[in-house]
């Protein structure tokens, strides 16, 4: 399959602690970008990595590459009960998948207040 | 600056009929994806279009579907004769033309399909 595996599918935690999240690839990347869905609505952008970069942050969310293993995480620090939602890595190859993001089934996050 | 609109937000269709489903993207951006989610899964890629020419369209089922990007107006994502196996939600992204296609995605909040 060319759908990324995301792991773990669920994770259950409590507020304050960190929630990590991996995705790994089969593919040559382009580009990784991060997205969170709440229930039942749209994709949020989060993070875009590029494929020369190893890591990146924003706020309390830092997004790591390894090329080399073909994986990416997604570490969220201080989680809070809004952090709650699905949590999805795509992909952009190059080539003639050009500008086509591959999603990863997603992680499942539920943080208790 | 509006972000990517969608419309309908819901849409109910009967077996056999036909749904058109609109996406505006966000302002200056010429680049429009289509998307679909079936119930507790991920996004899978269908059409990749720029104003009037549609680049890839890898993921769209051979028959019933099809998908425009006019001169003007907004893309829209067409589905012959529906059956229940489309109802999914159908989600639009856009991207500016810088990167040529590789920037970041922003997307719509989808439109739900449920067909009867």
């Known amino acids: 399959s060319q759908q990324g595996e995301e792991d773990p599918q669920a994770l259950s935690i409590q507020e304050g602690e960190n929630a990590t999240m991996n995705c790994s690839y089969k593919?040559?990347?382009?580009?990784l970008q991060w997205y969170r869905q709440n229930s039942g609505r749209g994709l949020v952008h989060l993070i875009l990595?590029?494929?020369?970069?190893r890591e990146k942050h924003s706020g309390r969310l830092r997004v790591t590459l390894d090329t080399s293993k073909k994986s990416s995480s997604l570490l969220i620090t201080a989680s809070r009960a809004a952090d709650t939602a699905s949590y999805f890595c795509?992909?952009?190859?190059?080539?003639?998948?050009?500008?086509?993001?591959?999603f990863g089934q997603g992680t499942i996050l539920t943080v208790h207040p | 600056n509006a972000g990517v609109m969608q419309n309908p937000r819901h849409l109910v269709r009967r077996r056999g009929q036909e749904a058109r489903l609109r996406c505006s993207p966000m302002k200056g951006h010429s680049h429009v994806y289509w998307y679909r989610q079936l119930p507790e899964e991920g996004l899978k890629f269908m059409v990749y279009?720029?104003?009037?020419?549609?680049?890839?369209e890898s993921g769209m089922p051979k028959e019933r579907f099809s998908a425009e990007f006019p001169k003007e107006g907004p893309s829209i994502l067409r589905i012959q004769q529906v059956v229940r196996g489309d109802s999914a939600a159908y989600f639009c992204a856009s991207s500016p033309p810088s990167g040529g296609g590789t920037d970041t995605q922003y997307f719509g909040p989808g439109t739900r399909l449920t067909v009867l």
């Open positions: 990595i590029r494929s020369n970069e």
């Open positions: 279009l720029q104003k009037e020419n549609i680049i890839d």
């Open positions: 593919t040559s990347i382009n580009n």
């Open positions: 795509a992909r952009t190859a190059g080539g003639t998948s050009y500008g086509k993001l591959t």
